[in-house]
């Protein structure tokens, strides 16, 4: 038998999540499929999400998917420098999070199939027009007939793999311990500590009663681990404490790190076909200084659940009317290319240099300006004029955009 939905969401992340749940609200006949058999583990995130990020998505959290209040992000130069980007938040138990999307969903009339992996697509027309994709693959629901696919299947990006949509993306890899007894003010604190992760950064990220995600994303992917363990090992703050497994993995395995491959070469050219709408990792929607991804795939996911009750109402869901979604997230979301351009700024420097720029930013980063921004520039043309013109400005720019404001967390 042939399952039929209005939509399919492929993936039960924060995207997926997302898109079900704002397609329920919108009252559309929404199948949820997720590989996994169990929604969020392993858990492949740093679980922080801004309140901004909350209040833009209209989401309030029940308690029991919240690890800790947080008051923003510290940023620690090579020689030890710190300045702050207050903006307030959480810490998640990100897949208790995952899952409570997913169930309002349910509760709203979703249908859940967990164990059910996209493998293929078909598609579907009659006379001559174009009714949707027969997906097919491992899971007894399927095939599963839907007008618009949203796919929110992260990194895999399987409609695009699978409809020849877009190029495979350039990735970093992430990865990270829970670790137990570690000193916490309640900051997020980013090591830009390039020694260990080249072209990226380490992470302490406080949870509940001691427990932290202690991690790092690099381009080194093969050496994150044995990088993640020397930062660890040198660093006084961690070397002694406890690496522990995180409570959703079960009993009795041996104690490793968990993490992931993120996107970084930016939004992908096609983010919408016919029937096909694509949101969060799968559409490449990272921020690119932090990698930060939650809060874009929620919103995306709100688009593509706008767009998609549009065209259904509409009866065409046709790449030409499902454009809207394509055009929503380029008026909104900040501009990936001169974010980018301000990362590479960044790590083109030397850890000299990155300091010297650190000591120059105010101690609070999170609202400079232009007051601000002109004390860095003075400061930094009396101690490093090169390194203003080569980089002070786009780097500034890319801490700018890393604000929650901003989808950078
Ligand atoms: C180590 C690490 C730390 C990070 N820290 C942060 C952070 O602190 N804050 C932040 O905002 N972002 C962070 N990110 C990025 C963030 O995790 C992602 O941007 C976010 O999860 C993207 O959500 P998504 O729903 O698009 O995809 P995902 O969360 O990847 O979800 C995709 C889902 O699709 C499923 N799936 C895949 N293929 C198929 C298929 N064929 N059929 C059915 N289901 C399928 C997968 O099993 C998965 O459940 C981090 C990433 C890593 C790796």
Request: some cysteine; hydrophobic content about 40%; charged content about 25%.
């Amino acid at each position: 038998m042939v399952t039929t939905c209005d939509v399919l969401v492929v993936g039960a992340g924060p995207g997926g999540g997302s898109a079900a749940l704002h397609a329920a609200r919108l009252g559309l006949n929404v199948v949820v499929i997720e590989d996994h058999n169990e929604i969020g583990t392993p858990v492949h995130c740093g679980e922080c999400i801004s309140d901004i990020a909350l209040s833009n998505l209209d989401l309030t959290l029940p308690a029991e998917v919240i690890s800790k209040r947080v008051h923003g992000i510290r940023v620690i130069f090579p020689d030890g420098t710190q300045k702050r980007l207050t903006e307030h938040g959480y810490v998640l138990e990100k897949h208790l999070f995952e899952q409570w999307l997913v169930d309002q969903s349910v509760e709203l009339g979703a249908s859940l199939f967990l164990g059910h992996k996209l493998q293929t697509m078909e598609r579907i027309e009659e006379n001559g027009k174009f009714m949707g994709h027969l997906c097919d693959g491992k899971g007894d629901q399927f095939p599963i007939n839907a007008k618009i696919v949203i796919d929110a299947s992260g990194v895999a990006g399987i409609c695009s793999k699978i409809l020849e949509l877009n190029d495979r993306p350039k990735v970093i890899a992430g990865m990270q311990y829970e670790m137990l007894d570690v000193p916490t003010d309640d900051y997020l604190d980013f090591y830009i500590w390039p020694e260990y992760a080249e072209k990226g950064y380490l992470w302490m990220i406080p949870k509940c009663e001691g427990r932290a995600n202690v991690g790092l994303v690099t381009e080194v992917k093969s050496g994150a681990v044995k990088e993640l363990d020397r930062f660890i090992a040198d660093t006084d703050e961690f070397k002694n404490l406890e690496v522990v497994n995180p409570p959703w993995r079960d009993d009795g395995r041996k104690v490793r790190g968990f993490g992931g491959t993120i996107p970084i070469s930016g939004p992908h050219e096609t983010t919408h076909s016919d029937g096909i709408l694509l949101i969060g990792d799968a559409a490449g929607f990272t921020s690119p200084l932090f990698e930060g991804g939650s809060h874009l795939a929620l919103k995306s996911a709100q688009f593509a659940a706008k767009t998609a009750a549009d065209a259904i109402s509409k009866g065409d869901f046709t790449a030409t009317n499902l454009k809207e979604y394509t055009e929503s997230w380029k008026a909104e979301f900040p501009p990936y290319h001169k974010i980018l351009r301000g990362k590479s700024a960044l790590y083109s420097l030397s850890d000299n240099d990155m300091s010297v720029m650190g000591r120059c930013f105010p101690d609070e980063m999170s609202d400079m300006g232009v007051s601000g921004k002109a004390m860095v520039a003075i400061r930094l043309l009396i101690r490093r004029p090169s390194l203003y013109f080569r980089s002070i400005i786009p780097a500034m720019l890319a801490f700018g955009y890393s604000r929650a404001k901003y989808y950078g967390w």
